[in-house]
């Protein structure tokens, strides 16, 4: 029972983790990545489907990304798409190929971006420690049930806050990283 419910709780936070990383690849730092049109979602032929389905997504260079349709008539559509996305991108067609520039970011809206990663960084801490209370309130209950002895949930409480201090410094390892990238200039 105890081993079960570690792995459960280790999972899920690494779970966590994961969708940390998607959060912060979704913040535009000011060099170019293919992973900030993901969400992209493209008209075609009546049906929206994700840009990386209808066209080649790469880096051209650090500040532009290239994306190559594979039908030649939907270059225009690529471009719009981008263009009407949240993200405040400019880009432009050029042969086959649409070219999509990074706009350089002022201090200003660097300092915004940082605490908005601030804010992503701290819903997954507590994401992390609500998976820690999720654990030992099991732990709690198997005592009650007399499933387990106390000793038995006292190490397995020491178990679960090791490893929700594992996961709370790797989202602080994370966030320090991102607010390197991010005030790089």
Known sequence: MIPELKKNTEQKMQKTLESLKTDFGKVRTGRAHTGI?????????????PLSQVANVTLIDARAIG???????MLS??????????????????????????????EERRKELIKVVRGEAENARVAVRNLR????????DAVKNKEISEDDER?????????TDRYIAEVDKQLAQKEQDLMAV
């Open 133 to 140: 209370r999720d654990a030992n309130n099991a732990l709690k």
């Open 67 to 73: 994306v190559q349709p594979w039908e030649k008539k």
């Open 37 to 49: 049109l993901d969400h992209i979602q493209v008209d075609y032929y009546g049906s929206l489907v």
């Open 77 to 106: 559509v690529v471009e719009k798409a981008i263009r009407d996305s949240d993200l405040g991108l400019n880009p432009s067609a050029m042969g086959d190929i649409v070219r999509v520039p990074m706009p350089p970011l002022t």
């Open 155 to 163: 190490r397995a409480q020491d178990d679960v806050q090791k490893l």
